[in-house]
């Protein structure tokens, strides 16, 4: 019964740390705003509080929002639906602000959808000349932004402008090159800058500010130079909100999710204390099989074939004391 206990109580403790693990590693997932690490945006949230959107359809639901909201598109990754674009579409046209910031995700996908015609290229753009230390992240310096003197660029790309109505915020040095070929080095045949990388095109009564790097806003990059300034420049005073369903999410978030979803079950009383019940009853209900005691006789005849020499009578005097001491000591 004890090993039995032993194993419950150990299973129990093990499905317990597990689950205190999951619910204390902060995320780990790009552009998650409870990512403390260089790749969230923790930072962003925290100074501007953004409120993050998993569902953009909820921008038809509520109208009201495109009155005094701008809606961050970092660094998508998957899909968009009609649906989605729709909505999105409607919060822009009505007046609401949209801020795409992308470089090789599914950003093009949204701006396509959305009867646009301005596209992130695609391809690397790199400065070696205004960089911070090497040319994949230039310098940006011709800014056309309140107080913003320049900007920080990691990895980016280059904007293609072709909509009416649009205006360039941002371009990169006239040193700038697009590294067609992915050499690392400047080739003939290879873009030169000047490169528009920041753009304001107006869509209906709102506007759209694309960005040609998705990076700008993560923990690692938003202190540097002008980053943060750049944002507050392009949102102005209107509550950001982050379109938070367009990421593959990692393991421990989906694993997050999964234990969220069952403390939301979980939270019903009959449920809650249903889980306690079974989780105690699990203790002390494992059946271990007891180990079968011998009989005497079986005892004595073991004995006495070993050593036949022996006195019969002294063994079973002694036998019998051995059980008495036993009982006496189970009570």
């Known amino acids: 019964m004890r090993r039995g206990l032993a194993l419950a109580l150990g299973l129990l403790l093990g499905v317990s740390f597990v689950v205190g693990v999951i619910a204390l590693t902060p995320p780990t997932d790009d552009y998650s705003l409870q990512n403390?690490?260089?790749?969230?945006?923790?930072?962003?949230?925290?100074?501007?509080?953004?409120?993050?959107?998993?569902?953009?359809?909820v921008l038809s639901d509520q109208p009201e929002l495109t009155r005094g909201e701008a809606l961050l598109v970092i660094g998508p990754t998957t899909s968009y639906t009609q649906e989605q674009t729709g909505a999105v579409s409607g919060f822009v046209r009505s007046g609401g602000l949209l801020v795409v910031a992308d470089d090789f995700g599914s950003g093009n996908q949204l701006l396509q959808m959305m009867g646009m015609g301005s596209r992130f290229d695609g391809r690397l753009l790199v400065d070696p000349l205004y960089n911070i230390k090497v040319q994949q992240l230039p310098i940006i310096t011709d800014v056309n932004l309140s107080s913003v003197a320049s900007i920080a660029f990691d990895y980016p790309t280059f904007l293609d402008v072709s909509d009416p109505q649009s205006s360039i915020l941002a371009s990169s040095s006239p040193y700038s090159y697009v590294d067609v070929n992915g050499t690392g080095e400047f080739e003939q045949g290879d873009l030169v800058g000047p490169l528009p990388v920041m753009a304001s095109i107006r869509v209906g009564t709102g506007s759209v500010v694309l960005i040609s790097d998705s990076s700008l806003y993560l923990n690692g990059m938003i202190a540097q130079l002008g980053n943060n300034a750049s944002l507050s420049a392009i949102i102005g005073s209107r509550e950001p909100l982050l379109d938070a369903g367009h990421w593959s999410e990692g393991t421990l978030t989906m694993a997050r999710a999964a234990l969220t979803a069952v403390y939301q079950q979980a939270d019903r009383l009959d449920i809650r204390y249903a889980i306690v019940v079974g989780a105690v009853s699990s203790i002390f209900l494992v059946k271990v099989k007891p180990r079968e005691e011998p009989e005497e006789g079986d005892d004595m005849e073991a004995v006495m074939n070993e050593h036949p020499d022996w006195d019969k009578e002294e063994l079973k005097k002694l036998i019998e004391e051995r059980r008495r001491y036993a009982a006496s000591r189970s009570r």
């Open 36 to 57: 403390p690490y260089w790749n969230g945006m923790s930072q962003m949230a925290k100074s501007y509080g953004v409120t993050p959107v998993g569902n953009l359809t």
